[in-house]
């Protein structure tokens, strides 16, 4: 026999190809489990089909309707088949480019936005089309960011935020990383008004963070797609602050309500040349093609600035506001530290003060806490372990959207909180939020 061939070893039993998967699979759990926010939607649902009431504060979908224009347009357009640039249609580009130039003040240029179907994949084809050391994440950041990093084969690494740093990456804790960890191309993932938090930077601080992240070369994928629900409308975009390193994403899902219409849209500067642009668009053209037609053609009247747009956001800010500052403030008043949101529709409340009280339960994780507020009190919201925090910190995202949106675009919200939480559209998030107050009191 050749001495290249060996014989196989016959005394080891065979391994199937089941067998070999199953290894497989239970090595790269980590990076393939389903998301939790998409887990909390259906267990909620499958609790409803059970006859009882759960106050779904845990998915965070848009409780608005989708821009009226743009579902007309969606509607004529229904019969468009047609592959479409990988790049997205040049109409849709421009309409993109001048929507961020109008509502953030940036420099987008309609040659350098890429489309997609959804930012989510926009952010994976980043992590993959770029040749870094590091991803850098918040603890606590949006879910699906640090599998994705796994499933791109990067290297993530977790900053740990606190409540009195109102959750956020300080300047000085990304120098003090950069320094001790030394040189090497870093990106930093920003999202802002944050998912689980609904807050964003102070102008000052945001400038200081960018001078740090360019003083050590860090780049910034600046997701931004809250970014029109800033309650304010005052919305900072990092790239004021960092032009030439920030890659910025956003789409439809979230300010126009449109989440399972899967639009997302990504700026890539110019100063970082077109290598990466190249790059990401062959990925695209190898995964996804290109979005679909009618999306695209509804997605041009939605990113059309327009007085009836410009209301439809004011009206959802002002709801979003009020609705967030009122639940703040009841979890305030029961002794949950909970900081009232910028923008978007998420609260962070941190339950550490009813430690021993949830200790004397049997709760120790905010795992062990949002299960018991689910099965016992009737109220779904997602554990602070499940976007990066420790298990035994007692904290847990809020999505206040269980009310009817459609009719709050009907009237504006009354001048006082009380007043406008009367509102019956809101009955729901007034009945959730009073439900975990009398569980936490429960002995």
């Given at each position: 026999m050749?001495a290249?061939?060996?014989s196989?070893d016959?005394?080891?039993?065979a391994s199937?190809a089941a067998?070999w998967?199953?290894r497989?699979?239970?090595d790269?759990?980590?990076?393939?489990?389903?998301?939790?926010t998409?887990?909390?939607n259906e267990q909620?649902?499958?609790l409803e089909?059970q006859g009882?009431?759960?106050?779904?504060?845990?998915?965070?979908?848009?409780p608005?309707p989708?821009?009226a224009p743009a579902?007309?347009t969606?509607?004529?357009?229904?019969a468009?088949?047609a592959?479409l640039?990988?790049?997205?249609?040049a109409a849709l580009r421009d309409?993109?480019?001048?929507?961020?130039?109008?509502m953030?003040?940036?420099d987008?240029?309609?040659?350098?936005v890429?489309?997609?179907?959804?930012s989510?994949?926009?952010l994976?084809?980043?992590?993959?089309a770029?040749?870094?050391s590091?991803?850098?994440i918040?603890a606590?950041?949006?879910v699906?960011?640090?599998?994705?990093v796994?499933l791109?084969g990067q290297?993530a690494?977790?900053?740990?935020t606190?409540?009195?740093?109102?959750?956020?990456v300080?300047?000085e804790?990304l120098d003090?990383?950069c320094?001790?960890h030394?040189?090497g191309?870093?990106?930093l993932i920003?999202?802002?008004?944050?998912n689980?938090?609904?807050l964003s930077y102070?102008p000052?601080?945001?400038r200081?963070?960018?001078?740090v992240a360019k003083r050590?070369?860090?780049?910034v994928?600046?997701d931004?797609?809250?970014?029109?629900?800033?309650?304010r409308?005052?919305h900072r975009?990092f790239?004021l602050?960092?032009p030439?390193?920030?890659?910025?994403t956003?789409?439809?899902?979230k300010?126009?309500?449109?989440g399972?219409?899967?639009?997302?849209?990504?700026?890539?500067p110019e100063?970082?040349?077109?290598?990466?642009?190249t790059?990401?668009?062959?990925?695209?053209?190898?995964?996804?093609?290109?979005?679909?037609s009618?999306v695209q053609a509804?997605?041009?009247t939605?990113y059309?600035?327009?007085?009836?747009l410009?209301?439809?956001l004011?009206?959802q800010?002002?709801?979003l506001?009020t609705i967030?500052?009122w639940c703040?403030q009841r979890?305030?008043?029961?002794?949950v530290?909970?900081?009232?949101?910028?923008?978007?529709?998420?609260l962070?409340?941190?339950?550490?003060?009813?430690?021993?009280?949830l200790?004397a339960?049997g709760i120790t994780?905010?795992t062990e806490?949002?299960e018991?507020?689910l099965e016992e009190?009737?109220?779904?919201?997602?554990?602070?372990s499940?976007?990066?925090?420790?298990p035994?910190?007692?904290?847990?995202?809020l999505a206040y959207v269980d009310f009817d949106?459609?009719?709050?675009?009907?009237?504006?919200?009354?001048?006082?909180?009380?007043t406008?939480m009367?509102d019956?559209?809101?009955?729901r998030?007034y009945?959730?939020?009073?439900?975990?107050?009398?569980?936490?009191n429960?002995?």
């Open positions: 050749p290249c061939v060996t196989p016959t005394s080891a039993p199937t067998d998967l199953g497989g699979y239970a790269d759990h980590n990076a393939t489990a389903a998301s939790d998409l887990l909390i909620s649902r499958l089909q009882r009431r759960i106050i779904k504060f845990g998915f965070g979908q848009s608005f989708v821009f579902v007309e969606l509607a004529e357009h229904a468009d088949k592959y640039p990988v790049q997205g249609m309409k993109v480019a001048a929507f961020h130039r109008h953030d003040g940036t987008w240029q309609a040659e350098r890429l489309i997609a179907p959804g989510k994949l926009l994976f084809a980043l992590m993959k770029l040749p870094i590091e991803i850098l918040p606590p950041a949006w699906s960011y640090a599998p994705q796994r791109a290297s690494v977790r900053l740990e606190s409540f009195d740093s109102r959750w956020l300080t300047p804790q003090r990383y320094r001790e030394g040189p191309l870093r990106l920003l999202n802002a008004p944050g689980p938090t609904g102070e000052e601080m945001q200081e963070l960018a001078a050590h070369g860090v780049l994928l600046a931004e797609i809250y970014g029109p629900l800033h309650h409308g005052e975009p790239a602050d960092y030439e390193g920030t890659l910025t956003s789409g439809l899902s300010w126009c309500g449109a399972g219409w899967r639009l997302g849209v990504l700026n890539v100063a970082l040349g077109d290598e990466l642009l790059r990401l668009l062959g990925i695209a053209s190898e995964t996804w093609s290109s979005v679909a009618p509804a997605a041009i939605a059309s600035v327009t007085p009836a410009e209301e439809y004011e009206t800010r002002q709801w506001s967030g500052r703040a979890l305030e008043a029961a002794g530290r909970t900081h009232a949101p910028d923008g978007g529709f998420y962070f409340p941190d339950f550490s003060t009813y430690r021993e009280v200790r339960r994780t905010s806490l949002t018991a507020l009190a009737g109220v779904a919201l997602l554990p602070g499940a976007f990066g925090c420790e035994t910190q007692l904290t847990a995202r949106g459609a009719g709050l675009l009907e009237r504006e919200p009354s001048v006082t909180l009380e406008a009367a019956p559209d809101i009955g998030v009945e959730g939020i009073k439900a975990i107050v009398t569980w936490l429960a002995r």
